[in-house]
């Protein structure tokens, strides 16, 4: 896959706010005295229904990177440090996370940051602003 597929399956995985999550890499439903809630999903054997942006990304890694199938998230955030095309994927978010907050912060947790304090909207626009650079590289 290249960076713009990547992007876009990314995109896919949290594309309704029911599949979106603030504050974790990814979540699982859980049930809290009849209260739906999520749970953090450590490992992609989790089988999680929610994400992050980065966890987002990450779940895409684990789908086509070749790691163990019960690696954690943590470990594909390291993973995805060695490889050329998720770097391209992360310098993109960076970028057009950038814009969005109109700053120049040149690293990962800056994408974090914006997840949990935007709307799902703007994160869907993030993405779409990311996948329009991705056709340029």
């Known amino acids: 896959m290249n960076a713009k597929e990547i992007l876009i399956a990314a995109k896919a995985k949290i594309d309704t706010p029911e599949k979106w999550i603030k504050g974790i890499y990814a979540g699982t439903h859980v049930s809290y005295g009849g209260e739906l809630g999520f749970s953090r999903a450590i490992r992609v054997t989790d089988k999680p229904k929610c994400f992050c942006s980065i966890g987002a ?9 070749p790691v163990p ?12 440090r060695f490889d050329d095309t998720f770097l391209k994927v992360r310098q993109l ?6 814009v969005f907050l109109k700053a120049n912060l040149n690293r990962l947790p800056a994408v974090s940051t914006f997840n949990d304090n935007a709307s799902h909207e703007e994160v869907m626009a993030m993405f779409d602003l990311a996948i329009l650079a ?4």
């Open 69 to 80: 199938t019960d690696v954690s998230y943590a470990t594909l955030l390291s993973v995805t």
């Open 134 to 137: 991705a056709e340029n590289i």
């Open 57 to 65: 990304v990450l779940q895409v890694a684990s789908e086509v990177l």
């Open 93 to 98: 978010l960076i970028d057009s996370t950038n």
